[in-house]
């Protein structure tokens, strides 16, 4: 088939454009790009390979002007015809290039529908920190964006989410129906076998920079645990953080704070031969994010047989099973600090709780997922029920994928 994919933009190595980079990979399946802005220096080199079509620039900037000409933009855009199937990845307002696109069969991959609207921990902390003014206008939005967006996505025949987070987003929001929707999630970043077999002594964090972050928990964590194991003062923590501006910020201060302690490191944008390495060699991966769409620290640290103490929320119980192959903590300094300071003190329990992980990790695959998405795409095309997509899902109704067992 003729895929015609859509997304915004193609410009980092994040989740979007990963997705990409594999459903180009592997799919039989012959695909063109649509985006306003590609980047082929930020973005994977293998890309610049594919086949791709630049749509007029739409802006950047994440005020309310700049966003509402954004979405005009993309509401706007006319595709070309001579597809089989439209494939939309959805990371935000680019599902409204369907209202004016919809002759073709549509599908999506969801990563996530807009936060600040579908995402209710996201929104309340915009909201917290907004005036009574900008609370308004936020909510008001809100509400007439998700009027639009539900049209939209009327336009989907067949949608995948890529977790039970994300699913809940979507169904919370009424944008479809429980019929139309699977979950599939994505594989891991680096394709580790066998697991790594080095530990050196030092935690771990890879985040983005945001407000769910919790940079500043796992720092005061880390200064809990020194207190606690001044015999472990060898132990290091190594924060690799990825933002998309050169001085965010929110994280300032903290950076002033951080320099005061020769034993923590922060690495900004880190590339994904760094990554590779810090993976591979750290001794326990820290992951603090609240209300994540996917798991996917976890995921990368099993994948190098690394075990993972993370925070105990929904997304990262849909893959860790607490106590066997990762750890699930109560947000809280001293919760994190005890938990690293018990591994701290027993590397065989971090190693047997990191093969564990790492079993997990194998049993979950870009092509398991990639397989997934051109069984929607073909189901759509073509009138006969793919036996596929009439089966189980591939992630249990508990939150657990079942991929993973």
Request: proline share 5%; with cysteine.
């Amino acid at each position: 088939m003729n895929v015609a994919l859509y997304c915004p933009r193609i410009s980092q190595t994040g989740g979007a454009e990963r997705t990409i980079l594999e459903l180009s990979r592997r799919s039989d399946h012959q695909y063109t790009l649509f985006t306003h802005c590609f980047d082929g220096d930020r973005t994977f080199p293998e890309l610049k390979r594919q086949k791709i079509t630049a749509l007029p620039k739409i802006p950047a900037e994440r005020n309310f002007g700049c966003v509402a000409r954004a979405m005009w933009g993309v509401i706007s855009q006319s595709l070309p015809d001579g597809f089989d199937v439209l494939l939309v990845i959805c990371e935000g307002f680019g599902d409204l290039i369907v209202l004016r696109n919809y002759r073709t069969p549509v599908v999506c991959v969801c990563l996530t529908p807009v936060r600040m609207v579908f995402d209710s921990a996201y929104r309340d902390r915009a909201l917290m920190k907004g005036s009574f003014g900008e609370r308004l206008a936020i909510q008001v939005a809100r509400r007439a964006y998700q009027i639009v967006d539900c049209l939209a996505w009327q336009r989907f025949e067949r949608v995948i989410c890529v977790s039970h987070e994300v699913k809940k987003r979507v169904l919370d929001g009424r944008l479809t129906r429980d019929s139309c929707v699977e979950v599939a999630p994505l594989g891991p970043r680096f394709d580790v076998r066998p697991g790594s077999r080095v530990f050196e002594r030092y935690f771990f964090v890879p985040c983005t920079i945001g407000d769910l972050t919790n940079l500043e928990l796992v720092v005061t964590a880390f200064e809990r645990f020194q207190k606690q194991q001044r015999g472990h003062s060898e132990f290091r923590m190594i924060v690799a953080v990825y933002t998309d501006t050169s001085e965010p910020e929110e994280w300032k201060e903290l950076r002033n704070r951080v320099e005061k302690n020769p034993a923590v490191e922060i690495r900004v944008n880190a590339s994904e031969e760094e990554l590779e390495q810090l993976y591979r060699n750290c001794y326990t991966v820290l992951f603090t994010a609240q209300n994540c769409d996917l798991a996917v620290v976890p995921l990368e640290a099993m994948s190098f047989g690394k075990p993972v103490i993370a925070a105990n929320s929904r997304c990262a119980r849909e893959l860790i099973s607490d106590k066997v192959d990762g750890f699930l903590e109560e947000l809280s300094p001293e919760s994190f600090a005890s938990r690293m300071t018990s591994l701290a003190l027993d590397p065989f329990q971090a190693f047997v709780i990191g093969l564990e992980g790492f079993k997990k990790a194998q049993r979950c695959s870009w092509n398991q997922f990639c397989a997934r998405v051109d069984q929607a795409m073909e189901s759509v095309v073509f009138p006969d029920p793919i036996e596929h997509l009439n089966g189980s899902d591939i992630s249990r109704d508990d939150g657990e994928p079942a991929g993973y067992r």
